[in-house]
């Protein structure tokens, strides 16, 4: 029964998708969603179990034809670990920001929205699980379609103008990865991920089409860190973040940017291989693109005034943390990225979720208005304050723990280790900069000597509750160090 835990959740998630509009009950709708996504989590942490104690992986095959004509599912404990925490910060970013969506949208309007997100739930389960490359393009463009009509969700102009934007950068990257597909599959006349590897082996080894193989590598890896917001492509980013419902931004920075990068990892171990990539420079690439982006994304969140705005800047600083891993050419550096990708997942959508609850009570979007809101929401201003500096690298939180796996990485590199500890350094320090003023600030008083108690407000008890969920996950993170290592480190083996 376990092998079709892979299959079963994505068309779970795809046929609630069709039935979500047929409820005439917008709150029947979310529910409906969440319960999807919450059977489809506790399913994956029992394969997660499973695979994990076995020591393997397998296949799946979709329909009567078997590969190379088939398509085919693939499943390791990485995978299963990935859809699980997909799917729980799924559930309760939705959960979280619930309470908003349903003031914000129409009963009819809020099915339609969950109709949205169980698509784009669905496509980044896809992405985890397929082991076809065509297949993940086309759930690649399913999650970008959906997350920019989400973003246009809250039908104001200045949604609408984000989403459009989102959209040209998205159809940009999405042109670059066609090519590329089109590219290596007309060299190698496979899609499959298997088959495509010894092809690309053994055309890297006789060095026949070299330029059209290198050529495919960096026109996919070019597009697929457009759609992920890697600096600099990353201008639409926070003005999709601003302009948007919390349970969006949330989504969107903790679970939609991290598909792409899963796609990315694929293509580095089932493809073209780390060897051939490195053989190319394609990893020194990446490792600048990292680097510089950790360090202009988080100057640039320095001078935003406006919350949502410095988090979505936040979010490409973050996103270049898994490039500059990526970029180190190693196991260690595949894992790291793997360790950021959990970490940046669980704590950047508290963060977004948290923002949101003090946006709320003080009805201020910028810092001099928050002043004081952590004082109204007070669980609200812990979630962001715990995740603000869990990200500025405080021990026993998860951001710690994923920038000490980068840094124990980079020891092991070559030229890159004095500019990856240089940067992963420079970055934190820049990430403190701008998230402790900020957290002094949602904690401070409006004027000084104003009295102003703590407001204990607990009539949304599921969004609160899915601000603790969120704490104990990233405190998880931080502690569990080892185990969560070791699961990383077995399932990049069997990848």
Same mark, same amino acid.
């Given at each position: ?30 529910? $409906?969603?969440? !319960?999807?996504?919450? =059977? &489809?989590? /506790?399913?994956?942490?029992? *394969?997660?179990?499973? %695979? #994990? @104690?076995? +020591? ?16 085919? $599912?693939?499943? !390791?404990?990485?995978? =299963? &670990?990935? /859809?699980?925490?997909?799917? *729980?910060?799924?559930? %309760? #970013? @939705?959960? +979280? ?35 076809? %490359? ?362």
């Amino acid at each position: 029964m376990s092998y079709n835990i892979p299959f079963l959740s994505i068309l779970l998630a795809m046929v609630s998708a069709i039935l979500v509009p047929l409820l005439r009950n917008g709150r029947w709708a979310l529910n $409906l969603v969440r !319960g999807v996504q919450l =059977a &489809a989590a /506790a399913a994956s942490a029992y *394969l997660l179990a499973e %695979l #994990s @104690l076995a +020591g393997e992986s397998f296949t799946f095959q979709m329909g009567h034809f078997p590969a190379p004509w088939g398509n085919m $599912l693939r499943a !390791g404990p990485l995978e =299963a &670990a990935l /859809a699980l925490t997909f799917s *729980l910060v799924m559930v %309760l #970013s @939705l959960t +979280g920001g619930a309470r908003e969506l349903r003031e914000s949208l129409r009963s009819d309007q809020l099915g339609w929205y969950c109709l949205l997100m169980q698509l784009l739930y669905g496509a980044l389960l896809a992405m985890v699980y397929t082991d076809d %490359l065509f297949t993940a393009y086309v759930f690649v463009e399913i999650a970008a379609v959906t997350a920019c009509i989400a973003v246009a969700a809250r039908e104001s102009g200045r949604s609408i103008l984000s989403a459009i934007r989102y959209l040209m950068f998205s159809c940009l990257g999405s042109g670059l990865i066609l090519l590329g597909i089109s590219i290596l599959y007309s060299i190698t006349g496979h899609l499959l991920f298997d088959s495509l590897e010894g092809a690309v082996a053994a055309l890297a080894e006789s060095r026949t089409y070299f330029i059209p193989l290198v050529v495919s590598a960096l026109l996919m890896t070019l597009g697929l860190s457009i759609k992920s917001a890697q600096f600099p492509f990353h201008a639409w980013l926070p003005d999709a973040h601003a302009s948007t419902f919390t349970a969006s931004s949330a989504i969107l920075s903790g679970l939609v940017l991290k598909g792409y990068l899963v796609i990315i990892i694929k293509l580095i171990l089932r493809v073209f291989s780390p060897a051939l990539l490195v053989s190319i420079c394609m990893d020194d690439l990446l490792f600048l693109l990292g680097l510089a982006g950790m360090l202009f994304a988080s100057v640039a969140a320095l001078r935003q005034e406006e919350v949502k705005r410095m988090i979505a800047y936040s979010s490409s600083a973050q996103i270049s943390y898994i490039f500059l891993a990526l970029g180190l050419g190693s196991t260690e550096g595949l894992i790291a990225a793997c360790y950021q990708i959990l970490a940046h997942a669980m704590t950047k959508s508290m963060i977004f979720l948290g923002a949101g609850e003090m946006i709320r009570a003080s009805g201020g979007h910028y810092w001099g208005e928050l002043r004081g809101a952590a004082r109204l929401a007070p669980l609200g201003g812990l979630a962001f304050t715990v995740g603000g500096l869990s990200l500025c690298g405080l021990p026993l939180l998860a951001g710690f723990s994923a920038k000490y796996c980068i840094a124990g990485a980079a020891l092991e590199a070559e030229w890159q280790t004095f500019p990856a500890l240089f940067g992963l350094a420079a970055s934190s320090v820049l990430n403190a900069m701008y998230y402790i003023p900020a957290i002094l600030a949602i904690w401070g008083r409006k004027r000084a000597g104003e009295e102003q108690p703590l407001v204990w407000d607990w009539s949304d008890k599921p969004g609160k509750g899915t601000l603790v969920v969120l704490l104990a996950g990233n405190v998880f993170l931080g502690t569990a160090f080892g185990p969560v290592w070791e699961l990383l480190q077995q399932g990049i083996a069997l990848f």
